[in-house]
């Protein structure tokens, strides 16, 4: 991941500035930055999002394939994760020296979506055993400002919402051959139940408090995080230590109770977003990457 | 030893840190002095008369060459800017597995730095005593000098394959065929000469 | 006739015979542990090592090496954890192609690798905590598990038997690693956690969840869970009865770790001194 140099000073300031709820850029410990979040970005994709949160900047692009179910779920689409840390984000990550971070995101991102019920997985089932919709998920970090995970997660949820899969019809003639055909309106096409996509939600552990949404610097004086993966209504799906320190139990009860509540404003604000922008439909105005 | 001996586990609290120093093998936390490893428990005065807790093991404990420890090493390539070797010993405690070194030209010997060659002072299979300078950084290994009195070539081989004998601080003979062989030749201090 | 061996051959429809097997035998106390066997300082070419084994069938082998010159000096990889100067620890976890129940993975197949590799960085993640990393500067600690048998919870057990490993190398640590799974059992409404599953509870389970704690700090070095939500009171009690779980089993480690350094003292020195 992209490093910052502190000096043990400036460590002090910061780990200071925790402790009295006041953090270097004016924040409250459980304040997230201000986020900017567009979908349909992409247009070769069936649905995609750019999520910008401080500085780090994500982009998620979701291609539907078709392919055939797994073996163990014969009635279920799946969906699939990769992340691509472009040399872009830091100049580490060029060659394979994003990869072992890539592999730990899209693991963390399996995991919060191993979940029963985060996504309706019979709806991208087309004939059973035979046929299914894969969802490949694309994760592009452009930049990294610290909080990848919880900006990826948001960025995810955005373009799930903004996914339209075109609908298609199975025809079955005399012989039991059966044939694919694809509905003639673009416009005709299904769309993705996010509700219960959850949110990562990461609480660094800096001195003795936890802070939401931490940037670079204050990932820096962190030792150990919790990243928690909460849905709308509250309910956490996943958790996870991250980091090389450890954590006493109180304050992990401590960050479940902060990470359900900041998680559902957060769910709370972001449908919002995706709705607003939805009513717009065409109307509205793309801001893209020249914003 | 009459009383049994106590053994102890790595995060077992041994003592209050006002009663006791913590030796090695142990760390303090929140005013207890802690163990470390896994071993036996011994105390013992320490310095200043202040009892002191450590926590041994059988074997002698890994140690890793530091700053300021003095080194045995194999030369194993030298070139004109600087000298590599595999550091075997640390103090008299064998390693595991041999740690890469340096010597740099400039730290061969103390005086006269530039008109140092490194091709007169090590061959490569040289047994050389040397203290760690530094721990070098994400390019370097550790870096090592010579540039002391007590510090350079112990034990060389002529090129009649028989060990020479030092005859002056920058010149070893062959006992065999005499001729003469520059090296940066140490002053072994008596406690090393062991038989 | 010619076989296709990607094709599965058996009929559409079957059942594991564990459906008639009665197996579960009931509803058992959550609160149970398994017996848990652990034995420190067994293989003889390892500076260190440690079996774990939890009755019901996960078998853990570990081994750990003192300090050896870091491969490449710096360790700058992001995963390294070399940057404050300390050492680096290098974790590898391997799973025997017949530690599971079914068909036989590929060894070496891309999903397998994969899943050792997660396994493996949650490992360092659960282990780096307890290990004095700073007092070994510029230098490699190597730790590698070897899943032999998965009987469930072989995540906590690989961590136990880890920690084991790494005190019995002489390694200096702040403390030793406890590990302890937990999994909600779907048939509860309630959602009632069980702890130490076994293989058969751990695949049915709406939520799984893996803990590690270090006894003597007090501290949690790893916490990993997933599965379908459940309100966070729902987890804290997890979490609450999983360490209470680890503080229960970590008598058992530390005794056969004092065995251990007893059995090597006495073959050290000679008998009469």
């Known amino acids: 991941m992209a490093a910052v140099c502190l000096s043990e000073a400036e460590k002090l300031y910061i780990v200071h500035g925790v402790q009295e709820d006041l953090r270097v850029d004016g924040r409250g410990c459980e304040d997230y930055r201000c986020a900017e979040v567009e979908t349909d970005v992409v247009s070769n994709t069936s649905g995609s999002a750019r999520v910008k949160l401080g500085h780090t900047d994500i982009l998620v692009g979701v291609k539907a394939e078709m392919g055939t179910p797994k073996l163990e779920k014969p009635d279920e689409g799946y969906l699939e994760f990769f992340v691509d840390c472009s040399a872009n984000a830091t100049p580490e990550f060029e060659g394979r020296g994003g990869e072992e971070l890539g592999t730990e995101i899209a693991n963390t991102l399996y995991r919060v979506f191993s979940s029963e019920g985060s996504v309706d997985l019979k709806s991208l089932c087309i004939n059973p055993r035979e046929h299914c919709w894969v969802l490949y998920v694309d994760v592009l970090l452009l930049e990294c400002g610290g909080n990848l995970f919880d900006a990826i997660s948001i960025a995810v949820k955005a373009a799930l919402f903004n996914t339209r899969i075109p609908k298609v019809r199975v025809l079955e003639d005399e012989e039991g051959s059966k044939e694919i055909e694809l509905s003639d309106d673009p416009y005709d096409c299904i769309r993705l139940n996010v509700d219960d996509v959850p949110c990562i939600v990461t609480l660094s552990k800096i001195g003795y408090r936890h802070v939401v949404d931490a940037t670079l610097q204050e990932e820096a004086c962190s030792l150990a995080s919790l990243l928690i993966a909460v849905t709308s209504k509250g309910a956490l799906t996943c958790m996870k230590k991250i980091g090389k320190g450890s954590l006493d139990p109180e304050s992990i009860f401590e960050m479940m109770e902060t990470g359900k509540r900041v998680g559902k404003a957060l769910h709370i604000a972001l449908q919002k977003i995706l709705d607003e922008e939805e009513s717009l439909g065409t109307t509205r105005q793309k801001v893209g990457f020249l914003g | ?195 | 006739m010619p076989l296709d061996h990607r094709r599965l051959q058996g009929p559409d429809e079957s059942q594991p015979p564990a459906l008639w097997a009665g197996e579960g035998s009931g509803p058992r106390d959550p609160c149970a542990l398994r017996p848990l066997f652990a034995r420190a300082g067994l293989l003889s070419q390892a500076e260190g090592s440690a079996y774990v084994e939890l009755s019901g069938g996960t078998k853990v082998l570990c081994a750990a090496w003192g300090p050896r010159e870091a491969a490449e000096p710096g360790g700058g990889t992001a995963g390294g954890g070399g940057g404050g100067g300390g050492g680096r620890l290098v974790c590898e976890f391997r799973r025997a192609p017949f530690s599971s129940r079914g068909a036989r993975p590929r060894p070496g197949g891309a999903a397998e690798r994969e899943a050792e590799r997660e396994a493996a960085a949650a490992l360092r993640e659960a282990l780096e905590p307890a290990v004095r990393l700073a007092r070994y500067p510029r230098a490699r600690l190597a730790v590698s598990a070897l899943l032999l048998q998965d009987g469930g919870s072989a995540l906590a057990a690989a961590v136990s038997a880890a920690s084991l490993a790494l005190a019995d190398a002489g390694v200096e640590m702040y403390d030793l690693a406890v590990g302890c799974a937990l999994c909600r059992d779907p048939g509860h409404p309630s959602g009632a956690w069980l702890l130490q599953p076994g293989e058969a509870e751990e695949r049915r389970a709406a939520a799984r969840l893996t803990l590690a704690l270090l006894p003597a700090l007090n501290q949690v070095s790893a916490v990993l869970g997933g599965g379908r939500g459940g309100d966070p009171e729902s987890w804290g009690e997890a979490l609450r009865l999983g360490l209470d779980g680890c503080h229960r089993l970590y008598p058992v480690l530390r005794q056969s770790l004092l065995r251990a350094v007893k059995r090597r003292d006495a073959a050290h020195t000679p008998p009469g001194s």
């Open chain 2, 1 to 195: 030893m009459a009383a049994a001996r106590r053994y102890c586990v790595p995060g077992e609290r041994l003592c209050s840190a006002a009663e006791a120093a913590a030796g090695s093998g142990t760390y303090t936390r929140r005013g207890a002095v802690c163990a470390a490893l896994a071993g036996c428990l011994r105390r013992g005065g320490g310095a200043g008369g202040v009892p002191q807790v450590a926590v041994l093991r059988d074997a002698e404990a890994q140690l890793l060459p530091d700053v300021g420890a003095v080194v045995t090493c194999r030369v194993c390539s030298i070139n004109s800017r600087f000298a590599k070797v595999h550091i075997l010993y640390v103090g008299s405690t064998p390693l595991r597995s041999a740690f890469r070194g340096t010597i740099r030209r400039e730290d061969i010997r103390a005086t006269e730095k530039d008109k140092v060659e490194v091709y007169k002072s090590f061959r490569p299979g040289d047994i050389v005593l040397a203290k760690v300078i530094s721990l070098g950084d994400a390019q370097s290994n550790y870096l090592l000098s010579t540039a002391e009195n007590e510090l350079g070539v112990v034990v060389a081989r002529s090129e009649a394959g028989v060990q020479m004998v030092p005859i002056s601080w920058c010149e070893m003979q062959c006992p065999q065929t005499h001729t003469k062989d520059f090296r940066k030749v140490a002053r072994v201090q008596p406690q090393f000469l062991q038989t």
